[in-house]
C-alpha cells in the first residue's frame, strides 16, 4: 500500500524559514517523479514543485520559484521541500504526492499524502 | 499559464441523481486531464486521468470524457460518499501544472 507521511509543518514568523519532509512507502521510490501541492484554508489546490526520479528536473511555481527547494533522497525514501523567505500567502497545508511515473512529463499524480500545515504568521 | 475554469461551482443534487461537471481549459491539454476528488479534512484522491481512463479501485459510476479544451465529468448515480469537493487537473502544459477552482457537489 503506498503510503506518503508529510512532517515538519507548524507556526513560523514571515521571513522565517522551515523544511518539510515527506516520508515514502510501499513502493519503490526511486522509480517515481514527485510533486509538492499545496491548498490555503479553505482554497483549492496550487502546486508547487516537481522533481523526476532522479533529481535531473526539477520546477517550481513562479510564486515559490527563488525561496523553495525540492529535493529528494532515493536512499531514504523521502522527499524534502525547503522553503525560505516565508510569506504570509504561503499558509497551506501542503500535501506530497506521487507522479505515476519517473519522469514528471505529461505524468499525473496519482497518491497524495494527508498533509502538513504550515502557517506563517 | 493554462487557466482551468470548472463549472458548475456548486451542484445540488440528491442521491440516486446524475451528476455532469464540466471543465474548460483555456489552451489544449490535449487529453492530459485528471480528476479528483476531496472530502473534508481529506488528502484529493485520484477518480480519472488521461480524461476518461478510471484510477485503480474508483466505482464504474464515474466516467471522465472530454479532449483538448473541453471535458466533463460524471456520475452516473450518486451515493451519500460521493459528496464532496471535485477539481480537475491538467498536466500537458508545464510549468505550472493547473487545478480548477472545484465543484462542490452537495447534498439538496
Known amino acids: 500500500e503506498v503510503q506518503l507521511v508529510e512532517s515538519g509543518g507548524g507556526l513560523v514568523q514571515p521571513g522565517r524559514s522551515l523544511r518539510l519532509s515527506c516520508a515514502a512507502s510501499g513502493f519503490i521510490f526511486e522509480d517515481y517523479a514527485m510533486h509538492w501541492v499545496r491548498q490555503a484554508p479553505g482554497k483549492g489546490l496550487e502546486w508547487v514543485s516537481a522533481i523526476n526520479w532522479n533529481s535531473g528536473l526539477i520546477e517550481y511555481a513562479d510564486s515559490v520559484k527563488g525561496r523553495f527547494t525540492i529535493s529528494r533522497d532515493n536512499a531514504r525514501n523521502s522527499l524534502f521541500l525547503q522553503m525560505n523567505s516565508l510569506r504570509v500567502e504561503d499558509t497551506a497545508l501542503y500535501y506530497c504526492?506521487?507522479?505515476?511515473?519517473?519522469?514528471?512529463?505529461?505524468?499525473?499524480?496519482?497518491?497524495w499524502g494527508q498533509g502538513t500545515l504550515v502557517t506563517v504568521s | 499559464e493554462i487557466v482551468m475554469t470548472q463549472s458548475p461551482v456548486t451542484l445540488s443534487l440528491s442521491p440516486g441523481d446524475r451528476a455532469t461537471l464540466s471543465c474548460r481549459a483555456s489552451h489544449s491539454v490535449s487529453s492530459k486531464l485528471a480528476w479528483y476528488q476531496q472530502k473534508p479534512g481529506q488528502a484529493p484522491r485520484l477518480l480519472i486521468y488521461g480524461a476518461s481512463t478510471r484510477a485503480s479501485g474508483i466505482p464504474d459510476r464515474f466516467s471522465g470524457t472530454g479532449s483538448g479544451t473541453e471535458f466533463t465529468l460524471t456520475i452516473s448515480s450518486l451515493q451519500s460518499e460521493d459528496f464532496a469537493v471535485y477539481y480537475c487537473?491538467?498536466?500537458?502544459?508545464?510549468?505550472?501544472?493547473?487545478f480548477g477552482q472545484g465543484t462542490k457537489v452537495e447534498m439538496k
Open positions: 504526492a506521487k507522479g505515476m511515473m519517473g519522469s514528471i512529463f505529461g505524468v499525473v499524480e496519482d497518491y
Open positions: 487537473h491538467q498536466y500537458d502544459n508545464w510549468p505550472p501544472w493547473t
